[in-house]
C-alpha cells in the first residue's frame, strides 16, 4: 500500500474500466479515479489509498520509463488512467463571466504494454474538459473509444495504421480480415486525436485526417457516442482534419489522390450530408499537398497545395518512411487557389514560394474603395519550407531534450492572393519572427474575426535553447509586436482565446492553455487575453500528455 498526499479537493472514487484495468497490470502502484465531493474549501485535506496490483505476465503493460512520473515533464508521457473528473482548486480569479466548457483533444496513451509509438501523432486519443461555472473549474479526461483503440486494447497489439505506425501484417490481418480490405482504407485507423468541434446543432465531433474518423462525443461526459456517418456518397479516405465550423455550416476539404485536386464540401446543422461546392485540380506533383487545414474568408475557401504532398503507397507501407504518410516535391511548385463559396468556382490560382504549413491562422478579403475584393490575405504557422519539424515531433526527440536549441524555425507566413488574374502570390513574414522567438504553432484567434480583418493570434513560441515550442504568445498583426508568457521548464498547449460576452475590442476575454510543468505535474491556465498576464491557474491532480486543439462551448442560455 502506498499513500499520496492530494489537495482537499479530490475525493477517491475507482472508475477503472476493465480495459485500462487489463493494460495497466504490471509496473507500480496506480492511482484510484478520484471525484468532486463539494467546494474544495470546505474539505479536509485527503489520502488517496493507491494499491499495488499483483504483477502478472501480460503482453500489455505500462512501461516505467514511459509514464508520468515526478521531475519529468508529463507532456511526452501516457495519460496515466482511462478517466478522471472532479473539481480542481482555482488560485487568482476565474472572471464569472467565463461559463461554458473548453474541451481539448489530442493523442494521449503512445504505448501499448512495452510496445512504444514513435511518433507524437500516433497516441490513442484523449480528450479533455475545462468546465468553468461561475468561477469554478471542473476537470476531467476520458479515452475516445474509437475501434482503433478498441482493437487495441482487446488484442494488446495496434490493429490499424497510425500516423507513423503500422500494424505486423499478422495481427492487422487477424483482426480485420481479407486483404481487400487493405486496399479499401479499412486498415487506416479511425484514431480521432486532433480536433473536437461543436457542429452548429451542438453535437460534439472528434476528428483526424481519416473520414472514418469522426467520432461523436458526450461533451458533458466525454462519453464516446459512436461514429459520425455521413450519409452522402462522396467517398473517399480522407479530409483535412480542421474544418471551418459556424453556426451555420461545416466546410471541409476532401483530396483527391486518384486524380490530384481538392473537393470543397459544406454540411448544414442537423445533417450528416455533405455537398459539394466545387473543386480544384491541382497543378503540380504526383499527388495532392497535405492539407491540415485551411482558411475561409466571407465570400472565398482558400485552397493551399503544398509541396508536401500525400504518398499513397506511405499510406499503405509498414515499414515509417522519413516523413510518414507524405513526401516533399519542391520540383512540383507551390500554389494557392482560391474558390469561390457561393458557385463553386475558382476566382485565383498562383504560384506561390515554396511552404510548410499545418495550420492556417485566418485570411480575408483586402478590398478597394467600392468594396470589391482585389486580393486575399492568408496567415499560417509557417516553417520556413523545412519539413524537418515532422521529425522533431517522435517521441524520442521530445523526451530527449539536453538544452540543446533544436526546434526549427517558424513564422507567421501571411500570403497576399492576388484577385487580378496575376499567376504570381506572394510570401511573407508578417512581423519579425523573433519576437515570438522563432517558434509558432497551435494557433487561435477571436473567433468573431474568422474570415474577416483582424489584429490578433495567439500561438505557441518559443523560448531558445528548446526542443518543442515552450511560450504563450499574443501577436499584434497591426503593430508586429509580441507579448510572452513563459514558465520555465514548462510546455503550453494550444491558446485558445474566448470572449466575453458583450466585448468590442478584438482582444477582450481570455486565453485557456494547459501547462505540462517541469515538475512532472500540470495545470489549466487563464490569461487575460489584452494584457496577456496570467489572471488563474488550477493544478490538475497529475500531469497531462501534451494535447493538440479545442472548441469552447459557452453555456447555453437557460
Ligand atoms: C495523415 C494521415 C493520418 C493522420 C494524420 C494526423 C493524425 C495528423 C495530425 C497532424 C497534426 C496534429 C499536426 C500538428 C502540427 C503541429 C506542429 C507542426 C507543431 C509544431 C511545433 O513547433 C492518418 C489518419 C493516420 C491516416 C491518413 C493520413
Ligand atoms: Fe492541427
Known amino acids: 500500500m502506498a499513500s499520496i498526499l492530494f489537495s482537499p479537493a479530490f475525493q477517491a472514487t475507482a472508475i477503472f474500466p476493465s480495459t485500462w484495468s487489463e493494460l495497466n497490470r504490471s509496473g507500480p502502484p496506480r492511482l484510484s479515479s478520484i471525484l468532486p465531493r463539494g467546494r474544495p474549501q470546505e474539505l479536509e485535506s485527503l489520502k488517496v489509498s493507491v494499491e ?19 521531475g519529468k515533464l508529463a507532456a511526452w508521457t501516457s495519460i496515466r488512467q482511462e478517466r478522471w473528473e472532479g473539481e480542481l482548486v482555482v488560485e487568482g480569479e476565474i472572471p464569472l463571466w467565463l461559463n461554458g466548457t473548453y474541451l481539448r483533444n489530442g493523442p494521449g496513451l503512445w504505448n501499448i504494454g512495452d510496445y512504444n509509438f514513435r511518433h507524437l501523432f500516433d497516441g490513442y486519443a484523449t480528450i479533455v474538459r475545462l468546465h468553468f461555472e461561475n468561477g469554478r473549474l471542473f476537470f476531467g479526461h476520458r479515452q475516445i473509444e474509437s475501434e482503433a483503440y478498441k482493437a487495441a486494447m482487446k488484442n494488446k497489439r495496434i490493429c490499424y495504421r497510425e500516423f507513423s505506425e503500422a500494424p505486423r501484417p499478422d495481427s492487422f490481418l487477424a483482426y480485420v480480415g481479407e486483404l481487400a480490405s487493405f486496399f479499401s482504407g479499412a486498415s487506416l485507423t479511425d484514431n480521432a486525436n486532433t480536433g473536437v468541434v461543436e457542429l452548429g446543432d451542438g453535437r460534439v465531433v472528434c476528428l483526424t485526417e481519416t473520414i472514418k474518423g469522426s467520432i461523436q462525443i458526450n461533451p458533458h461526459t466525454l462519453e464516446t457516442v459512436g461514429k459520425f456517418e455521413y450519409t452522402d456518397n462522396l467517398g473517399g479516405l480522407i479530409h483535412s482534419a480542421h474544418p471551418i465550423v459556424t453556426e451555420t455550416e461545416f466546410l471541409t476539404l476532401l483530396p483527391d489522390l486518384v486524380r490530384p485536386g481538392y473537393t470543397a464540401v459544406r454540411m448544414e446543422p442537423g445533417t450528416n450530408e455533405r455537398k459539394v461546392i466545387g473543386r480544384v485540380n491541382c497543378r503540380g506533383g504526383p499527388a495532392p499537398g497535405w492539407v491540415h487545414s485551411f482558411p ?24 515509417p518512411t522519413p516523413l510518414e504518410k507524405f513526401e516533399w516535391h519542391p520540383e512540383s511548385g507551390s500554389y494557392v487557389h482560391v474558390m469561390c463559396k457561393a458557385s463553386g468556382k475558382i476566382v485565383a490560382s498562383v504560384e506561390v514560394p515554396p511552404f510548410v504549413t499545418f495550420h492556417f491562422i485566418n485570411a480575408y478579403e483586402e478590398k478597394d474603395e467600392n468594396g470589391r475584393a482585389t486580393s486575399i490575405i492568408a496567415d499560417c504557422c509557417e516553417h520556413n ?29 501571411r500570403f497576399r492572393i492576388p484577385l487580378d488574374g496575376s499567376p504570381e502570390g506572394e ?43 515552450n511560450t504563450l504568445t499574443k501577436i499584434d498583426l497591426v503593430k508586429k509586436k509580441a507579448k510572452n508568457w513563459h514558465d520555465e521548464g514548462g510546455v503550453p498547449s494550444e491558446p485558445f482565446f474566448v470572449a466575453r460576452p458583450g466585448a468590442t475590442e478584438e482582444d477582450d476575454g481570455v486565453v485557456i492553455s494547459m501547462v505540462s510543468d517541469k515538475n512532472g505535474g500540470g495545470y489549466a491556465l487563464v490569461l487575460d487575453g489584452s494584457t496577456f498576464e496570467e489572471i488563474a491557474r488550477a493544478k490538475f491532480p497529475y500531469g497531462l500528455p501534451y494535447g493538440l486543439h479545442g472548441c469552447w462551448i459557452p453555456k447555453k442560455a437557460s
Request: with cysteine; charged share 25%; glycine share 6%.
Open 427 to 469: 510570401l511573407e513574414a508578417a512581423l519579425d519572427p523573433e519576437e515570438h522567438g522563432r517558434g509558432m504553432d497551435m494557433c487561435s484567434i477571436n473567433q468573431a474575426h474568422l474570415g474577416q480583418k483582424y489584429r490578433y493570434a495567439y500561438a505557441c513560441g518559443a523560448q531558445r535553447p528548446c526542443n518543442f515550442p
Open 385 to 413: 519550407a523545412d519539413t524537418t519539424i515532422l521529425a522533431k515531433l517522435r517521441l524520442q526527440n521530445l523526451r530527449s531534450f539536453a538544452g540543446q536549441d533544436v526546434l526549427p524555425d517558424a513564422r507567421v507566413g
Open 296 to 319: 475561409v474568408t466571407e465570400h472565398y475557401v482558400v485552397v493551399p497545395e503544398m509541396p508536401l504532398r500525400y504518398c499513397a503507397q506511405n499510406l499503405f507501407r509498414a515499414e
Open 52 to 70: 499495488a496490483e499483483p504483477r502478472v505476465t501480460a503482453p500489455l503493460q505500462l512501461v516505467e520509463t514511459e509514464r508520468c512520473v515526478d
